[in-house]
Nanobody
């Protein structure tokens, strides 16, 4: 079992920045994947960014160049730095992890929600003037 706890969500003005954190209860192993998803009420969960144990990251087209992943292995923490935020980024952001290998690609990890076994409770990001 892997417990994930997100934090860092907030209300921010358009053009602003936020940094989300996801603390995992266990260290990442070779082959594991971690990812951020987001969901607006009434819509499907959308993959935002994923990373494997070798730190190969993949990003959704809508956030490429604005969002960046990083990891602190000592703290078992995954970060999502979000810059140049726009109102369309408003959503509940979820951290997810896969230890089964289902999300793993030859390089990096998928952005498909069904491939991830473990989920945090989410942190709300609101972008509004």
């Amino acid at each position: 079992q892997v417990q994930l706890v997100e934090s860092g969500g907030d209300l921010v003005q358009p053009g602003g920045s936020l940094k989300l954190s996801c603390v995992a209860s266990v260290p990442t192993e070779v082959g594991d994947c971690m990812a951020w998803f987001r969901q607006v009420q009434g819509k499907e969960r959308e993959g935002v960014a994923s990373v494997d144990a070798r730190l190969i990251a993949r990003y959704a087209e809508s956030v490429t160049g604005r969002f960046f992943l990083s990891k602190n292995h000592r703290k078992n923490t995954l970060y999502l730095e979000m810059d140049a935020l726009v109102p369309e980024d408003t959503a509940m952001y979820y951290c997810a992890a896969d230890t089964s290998g289902r999300a793993r690609l030859d390089e990096g990890c998928t952005l498909t929600a069904d491939h991830y076994q473990y989920w945090g409770q989410g942190t709300q990001v609101t972008v509004s003037a």
